[in-house]
């Protein structure tokens, strides 16, 4: 099982308390009853859906996740960026036993894409952190397996294999006269893996010729019953790499739903924010030659309710790494411990909760008609500044009831961890992302789904 974690993670790679001072201005956010949302799907964009919504097309009967479901899942997630060695096999979702090393991994949130000529249609996951390459669930499928959500290679006729041994062909173990491997436990092969290339549509007229794919065929399956993943990376056979560009342009950009029953929007070579009338503050992109397939920002500053938290500015300055598929935001750990001594001083007036897991701040607020929390705003180098309503801050097990038991969704970054803090896909949600690649930019432009 050693070695074969070890294929995955090649794959994947996978205090102090200040009261605000009195007579100075101060932010925060409230929730009412009865409040509505109003989502729009952006002209030419994808629909991006929760992996739990009925809109998906991938198995909707899951359940949503529990903190430690969750925390396990980012866990897993961090470790395999990092390249930790650590005993990934050993890690599932406990509530459902579910093994959280299966390729690709289970994606929260989908999109519909086609591929293969003529066009199949999938719904995958997207990745801003993948190996170089899009995955797919292949046929043929192991006996008895579901295959009705495989890609049939057999079918394609723009299909193209890379030959082992080629500059495109990153599996060295390969012999035969195509880049693939056999995943074997015990002389049974669990996965055949294939590079190949073929045509890739992202909507009925924007089709983007040889994508480079593994095939994984045999018993390969994903956790979230999707087909697999598409690659955004910045690594050069991505997707994001393929998008034409000019200065008008950005390579992508994506907002995710915060509500499982909502759309969010994912777009390729759309106009620049501010040159279609959009606010849009922009972070500077840093390149790290460690893990140069990433998309690092630098994390500059962190208020809560208007105010700077007291930490000197070079204790908080961190890479920040922005992940899609890690769903709480970390901060160095002296960070954490002044930010949520701040958050209980402006909860004060609100019944505590136990802790839920690994989050440590949480409060009840059954019975409750209005809810006032102060904003976190999370500042990067470069200008850009995100703000976290309650939605964004806070952890609930279900969503659709903002009054119940919900905790601050913020946790000491582990060691282990790829970067010296990750912004999370919760704190994301419902801020269009912008991957301005030429520029080396990251936008971020509030209220967008």
Known sequence: MASHSAIHTCLLLCLLLVAPQLGRSYRTTSY??????HVFLRDGALSVTHRLSPCSGADADQSMPTVSDTFNRDALRLRALSGSSSKQSDLTIPSTGTPLVALPGGSEYHITVGYGTPVQKLTVGFDTATAGATFLQCKPCAAGAPCGKAFDPSRSSSLAQIPCGSHDCPFKACSGPTCTIAVTKKGTVLVNATFMTDTLTVA???PVNDIRVVCLEMGARTTDSSSGVIDLSRESHSLASRVVLSPETVAFSYCLPWDPATRGFLTFGATRPER?????????LHDNAARPNLYFVKLVGVSIGGFDLPVPPAA???DALVEVHTTFTYLKPDVYAVLRSNFRWWMKEYVVAPSSGELDTCYDFTHLNTIEVPIITLKFEGGASLELGIEQMMYFKDRRDIFSVAC???APVPAYAPAGAVIGSLAQSETEVVYDVLGGKLGLVP???
């Open 32 to 37: 009412t009853h009865g409040g509505s949302r």
């Open 204 to 206: 009925p007229s924007i």
């Open 276 to 284: 279609a009338g959009r606010g849009v503050t922009y972070a500077k």
């Open 316 to 318: 908080i300055a961190a």
């Open 408 to 410: 601050l969704a913020f």
């Open 447 to 449: 209220n967008r789904c």
